[in-house]
């Protein structure tokens, strides 16, 4: 009989990422939209879903789509590559540009699959540290560069879960240290004041990383893209499963584009949304750091963290434990909600505190 023993490249590649999915009153722990996507686009999917010929593969190339993509973002069609979440996206790239003998950057504290799939990919991880207020440290950037060369180096902003989006300068301060590639991750890039977007062009090492997930409200569709050189999209393109992007995904990413105003709209509602949340923070027993995301990282100050975290769920309120993350001590993050969500999150929140 043969052996079940997994080949792992790295055996610290533990359990997995998962966030816990209980059942609760109140859900803000993966940062998902707290507003589904609008019923006009539902119903049009629904239309489109008629007209697909399932005895078909779908378009392998999703023309369609990264036409739509293209012309959103003010690129080329052969700049854009889709896949089944943005995870899968950062999994074909470190296919192409990572793997054993080549190196990626993070720095921690961080989303923790940029790790996660590399490592998977048996990509090594070097990791650096950010400043005390979780911002890029250009010094820390340039040791961990200059010392190790990696192939790929991870910016995620704004930063999951500390937050806080990478000024302009910053971005380009890392393009001009980076010995390959930088990939910027910006799942939450609505909520930032720039994108590095603009920046994307084909003699660039850079690759920008966007999901449906948050603001378009189509985390069920599991449907994210890249916006980077031609070349490089070519490269994704060559490992990536044949006709790995489905034909109803892809009617449903063509569709959400025609409903731009009313995702920027819930864009503006979540931020002030997300303002309001963090003044009622501030006025508890509790440490915030400033957000340019849909979520608030908090640290309790008068009760452990554990403990704040299953004192929340206790009230059927869920958060994400942050704590044994690295850098992130006695930390939780709360998605926003809906108003009445997070009401009822700061009502149980200072029972608990």
Known sequence: MGSLTPSRADQGLGAGYHSPQVDVAVRLNTNESPYPPPRAWVEALAEAVTGIDFHRYPDRGATALRAGLAELHGVRPEQVFAANGSNEVLQILLLAYGGPGRTAAVFEPTYALHSHIARLTGTAVVTGRRSPEFTVDLGEVGRVLAGHAPAVTFLCSPNNPTGRADPPEVVAEVLDLAPGLVVVDEAYGQFAPWSAVGLVGDDLGLAVVRTYSKTWSMAAARLGYLV???????????RALPYHLDAVKQAAGCLALRFRAEMEARVTAVAAER????????????QTWS?????????PLSRPAAEVWQGLLERSVLVRDCSSWPGLAGCL?????????????????????
């Open 291 to 299: 957000s340019d995301a849909n979520f608030i990282l908090f640290r």
């Open 275 to 286: 303002d309001r949340l963090a003044a009622a923070l501030d006025r508890l027993a509790v």
């Open 228 to 238: 980077g050189p031609a070349p490089l999209v070519a490269e994704l393109e060559a």
């Open 333 to 353: 993050r709360v998605t926003v909600g809906t108003p009445d969500e997070d009401d009822a999150f700061l009502t149980a929140l200072e029972e608990v505190l």
